[in-house]
């Protein structure tokens, strides 16, 4: 079973920056494909940003020309750097498992603890 530490997260004013960080236990972390997803309260959890084992990556198109995710195969590691935040970014962000071709299936099995931004307008 993978275990998934997330943090990174915060208060930040609109327009902030924060890197939000998930170390993987996964022995196979670089050949998995790897999401960044969140959830806002009374909302269901969506995904947010993806990328694959061969680093093509994909975004909600909200998104799209803020966030950019990483990985770092030698430190099972992926990144979510989240620039011009605004308050609808605010939510609990997790990273997990993605199948790499369908976007925004949650993936099953377990999650981690997530990780809070929050973005005061």
């Known amino acids: 079973q993978v275990q998934l530490v997330e943090s990174g997260g915060g208060l930040v004013q609109a327009g902030g920056s924060l890197r939000l960080s998930c170390a993987a236990s996964a022995q196979i972390f670089r050949t998995i494909a790897w999401g960044w997803y969140r959830q806002a309260p009374g909302k269901q959890r969506e995904m947010v940003a993806g990328i694959t084992s061969a680093g093509v990556t994909d975004y909600l198109d909200s998104v799209k020309g803020r966030f950019t995710i990483s990985r770092d195969n030698a430190k099972n590691t992926v990144y979510l750097q989240t620039n011009s935040l605004k308050s609808e970014d605010t939510a609990v962000y997790y990273c997990?498992?993605?199948?790499?071709?369908?976007?925004?299936?949650?993936?099953?099995?377990?999650w981690g603890q997530g990780t809070q931004v929050t973005v005061s307008s």
């Open positions: 997990n498992t993605w199948n790499g071709v369908i976007w925004g299936r949650l993936p099953g099995g377990s």
